[in-house]
Structures are given as structure tokens and as C-alpha cells.
């Protein structure tokens, strides 16, 4: 075990946790966003929107995370169409690719978490708020979505720590995360085990941070 | 339920024991590591088999050597730590001897050498760069100063895209061109799509493997300034041997004198690069 080597890189993998925890927020509110449009086109009473819905989220769930990336980094870089297109400017740098994958993979997730947080809500709820003449607009705002978040935040906490996780992936397309930067040391050390065990309890501890976040957030939105 | 249960037991037994047995008869075959996704030094077939240069040549030191082995595939960037785990005995994998790598393991005799270049797509604004053919870096003459100097300057600000772990990697990592934008991929084969997108303004590699690319791709793939050697680019390529396993070590540099000596490498070199790449 080589205890100066683990000392030594801890503060190189510590700068690269920050292009981690970039990484991480921004996947988080772009899935926050496109799971919260679908959850709301699963129950729409159109079939082909609801369908349309259903389809994205079980492409996205039903794909691994590694492949997803993979394709979109590797596999529209290589259509020689598209990179004529003004989308190229965005799809060229391995930072967005990740980020669009990152944020379509949990989108899909954070969808059908929503989605199924929307349908435990009570019809009585719905039925007091159109008692009191209440705009369905404002009891969807003011209603629906505080419950439907509040039912969903254990469900939606597993999902950041696992996103968190899959933000790893992204050292496959040559992004220097905390685990890209572990791999580059070991790739002048050949030492994997010292660093991918320091790598590791920095991921463990951003677990331990997030975990305890998201019980906070229950016991202060108990009802 | 009981007489279940029992043929269950007696299941898990039997498939432990195999798995035991399995293991135990591969015990003395020298197992030999390679990439297998870095052509023409070695890479796979259509059906998946091992091929290359290096993967004929570990068959024949093997007979010289007069014992069985067992090729078996390995990631680059996990190649040194795996041998060193004791996952195989020796690597062969187009890995050029370099000092940094001498501190984990060691090195038989160079049994290839090749040179490094700079690769851009047709059209690129870095084609047409005034520097010699080629330059050595162990000890750089005045003109492979000069063309050093060129090099930093057309550099500046692009994108140089290379496989993780390589002398290209630690080439580019010593400064010697200034700060350029590194890139860093898995696989040799990574590193060519990105060239091929576009991503990378110029990649660093083995020659031999931008000119295989370029060959079976289609794609116009052009070397751009001077080749590389010597310094950072190491001593030629050799078979990577655990420190404390001198025996072996020993064993391959004999069989690699006799494969020299009966032109074998000459013979599968040319056969494989086109040219004989033998040292």
C-alpha cells in the first residue's frame, strides 16, 4: 500500500470532483426539466402523446447509461450530415455530450418517478381544491406539484446518488472527472488499487452528503 | 424438499470444483498479455481472434522458448497493473521500453521499434509544416530543436487527441511542444473516430497505426510534420516482465535472439507492417 500516493493525489482528485459535481447539477436540472415535461405528457389522455412519452422513457431506461453516451458522443460525430449543422458547435465539445446524455438518461427516471408521485395523490385533494373554486392551473402549481414532490424525494434522492454515480462515464469520453483524473494517475503510477481507493471514498462521502440532504428534505416536508 | 436441497449441494460442489480444476491445469502455461485493438502491432479478427504482429511473434518465442502459452486480452490503460497482479506473466503490446515504465517493471530486449507522427485530416491548416522527416529526442540535434519549435507554435491552442497511458500521452504531457489541449482515449481506434469528426485538430500515434486507419477506413488521414523517436518515445518495443521474474525475462531474451538470428521477426514484421520494423 502506498500511503504517500494516496496523500499526494488526493488533492488533484479533490479539483476534479468539481468538474464531477458540474457535471452532476447540470444533468440534475436539464433531467429536472425533461422529467417533468414527459411526467406530464404520461398523463395526458392522448394516446399518442401519452405513448410518445412512454416511449422515451423506456428507451432511455431500457439502454445502458455507457451505450447512450457512446452514441451520442461517437456515433452522431460520426454523420457527416450533422456536423455540417449548427448543432455541432454544441455536440462537438465531450462536456455537452455528457450533459445531454447524463440529463436524457435521468430525465427518463426522474419521469416516471413524478409520474407515479402524481397519480398517489388523493382525487379528494383535486376535489376540496375545485370545491373552493380553485383554477385548475393554480391547483396543479400549488397542489399537485408541492405533493407530487414531496411523494417523490426518496424515490428522487436514489436516483441523484445513482446519477452521481453514472457521472464516472464520462471520463470515457475523455472528460477529466474525479474518475478520469484517477485513471490518468494511475496511468504514470500503475498504481490502481491507492487511487481508485481514495477515488472512491470521495464518492462514498458525496453519497453520504447527498443521502443525508434528501432526509433532511423528508423530515422538513412531513405531513 | 431435503432430497432437493441435497442434488442442489451436489450441483454447486461439482461446478466449484471445476471452476478449481480449470484454473489449476493453466497453472504452467506463460499467459501473455495484449490489447488486441492496436493494428498492425496486434488486434482482432472479424470472428474476434487475436491477430497481428505481435500475436504471430508471441507463438513463435513461445516454441523457442519450448513452453505452452496462452494469449489472453487486456485493456491498455489497465495492461501494467494487471501484470503486475499477476493476471499474466508477459506483455506484448506494442509497449515501447521507456525509463517511467522500467520503475514498475522490466523489459526484455526491443524486439520492434516504430515511429511516432502527427496525424491531421486532409485540409487541416497544420499540413505543409517546414520540419525534417524525422527527429530524435534523446539527444535533439539543432534541427530537431528547431522543428520542436515549429511544432509549438503551429500547436498552439489545438486540440492533440491521444490514447491514455502512451508515450504520445507522455510526449505531449512533457512540454516539450508548449501547452497544447490534450485529449485522452481509451483505445487507439477512439482516437481515430475523433480525428475522423473532427474533434481533434491533430492526434499522435504510431504511424504505422494512422496509416493502417487511414488504409482500411477510407478516410483521408495525412502524417503531418517530422516522425518521432528516442526520448519520451522510449527504446524500441519489448516484452513487459514482472521485476522479480528473472527467469522469464531471461527466457524471452534468448528467444529473441534465436527468432532474430533465423530472421522470424524480420519475417513476421515485414509480413505484418509492410516493411521490416525489426530490431
Known amino acids: 500500500m502506498d500511503i504517500d500516493l494516496m496523500i499526494t493525489s488526493l488533492p488533484k482528485l479533490l479539483i476534479a470532483t468539481i468538474v464531477t459535481l458540474k457535471l452532476l447539477s447540470l444533468s440534475l436540472i436539464f433531467g429536472l426539466i425533461i422529467g417533468l415535461f414527459f411526467a406530464i405528457l404520461r398523463l395526458n389522455k392522448n394516446i399518442f402523446i401519452n405513448k410518445f412519452a412512454y416511449g422515451y422513457s423506456y428507451v432511455f431506461r431500457g439502454t445502458p447509461l455507457l451505450v447512450q453516451i457512446f452514441i451520442i458522443y461517437f456515433g452522431l460525430g460520426q454523420i457527416e450530415y450533422f456536423r455540417s449543422t449548427f448543432l455541432w458547435v454544441v455536440f462537438k465539445e465531450p462536456y455537452w455530450c455528457a450533459i445531454i446524455a447524463f440529463a436524457l438518461n435521468t430525465g427518463a427516471y426522474t419521469s416516471e418517478i413524478l409520474r407515479s408521485a402524481f397519480q398517489t395523490i388523493k382525487p379528494g385533494m383535486l376535489e376540496a381544491g375545485r370545491s373552493l373554486g380553485i383554477s385548475s392551473k393554480i391547483i396543479f402549481l400549488k397542489i399537485q406539484i408541492p405533493i407530487a414532490i414531496r411523494q417523490s424525494l426518496p424515490a428522487y434522492g436514489n436516483e441523484i446518488i445513482l446519477m452521481m454515480k453514472g457521472t464516472s462515464l464520462a471520463s470515457t469520453v475523455t472528460l477529466m472527472d474525479l474518475t478520469g483524473v484517477a485513471k490518468y494517475i494511475i496511468s504514470t503510477t500503475f498504481k490502481p488499487i491507492e487511487v481508485f481507493i481514495v477515488a472512491g471514498s470521495i464518492y462514498l462521502f458525496m453519497t453520504f452528503i447527498i443521502h443525508n440532504l434528501i432526509k433532511f428534505l423528508e423530515k422538513k416536508y412531513q405531513y | 424438499m431435503e432430497e432437493i436441497m441435497n442434488k442442489l449441494k451436489k450441483i454447486i460442489f461439482t461446478v466449484l470444483v471445476s471452476f478449481l480444476l480449470i484454473g489449476s491445469s493453466n497453472a504452467d502455461k506463460i499467459k501473455i498479455g495484449t490489447e488486441g485493438a492496436y493494428p498492425p502491432w496486434n488486434s482482432k479478427d472479424a470472428s474476434g ?38 493476471k499474466f506473466d508477459a506483455i506484448m503490446a506494442g509497449m515501447s521500453i521507456t525509463a517511467e515504465r522500467q520503475k514498475a517493471i522490466s523489459f526484455s530486449q526491443g524486439y520492434a521499434d516504430e515511429v511516432a507522427s502527427l496525424a491531421v485530416m486532409k485540409g487541416s491548416s497544420l499540413e505543409g509544416m517546414d520540419t525534417p522527416a524525422g527527429i530524435n529526442l534523446t539527444k535533439p540535434n539543432a534541427a530537431a530543436k528547431k522543428a520542436l519549435k515549429t511544432l509549438t507554435g503551429a500547436l498552439a491552442g489545438k486540440t492533440v487527441c491521444v490514447q491514455t497511458a502512451t508515450i504520445h500521452q507522455n510526449f505531449l504531457d512533457s512540454g516539450d511542444v508548449g501547452k497544447v489541449n490534450v485529449r485522452t482515449y481509451k483505445t487507439q481506434d477512439e482516437v481515430n473516430l475523433d480525428l475522423a469528426s473532427g474533434r481533434c485538430d491533430a492526434a499522435l500515434a504510431a504511424a504505422v497505426a494512422f496509416s493502417d486507419y487511414a488504409e482500411k477506413s477510407g478516410k483521408p488521414v495525412v502524417l503531418v510534420g517530422p516522425t518521432f523517436s528516442g526520448g519520451a518515445f522510449g527504446n524500441g518495443v519489448g516484452v513487459g516482465i514482472r521485476k522479480d521474474d528473472t527467469e522469464l525475462l531471461n527466457a524471452f531474451n534468448k528467444a529473441i535472439d534465436k527468432a532474430r538470428k533465423n530472421g522470424d521477426i524480420s519475417r513476421i514484421a515485414t509480413k505484418w507492417f509492410g516493411f521490416d520494423a525489426s530490431m
Open chain 2, 49 to 86: 481472434k487475436l491477430i497481428g504482429f505481435e500475436v504471430e511473434l508471441a507463438w513463435t518465442l513461445c516454441r523457442y522458448i519450448g513452453q505452452q502459452c496462452e494469449i489472453v486480452e487486456q485493456d491498455w490503460d489497465g495492461m501494467i497493473p494487471a501484470l503486475i497482479m499477476r
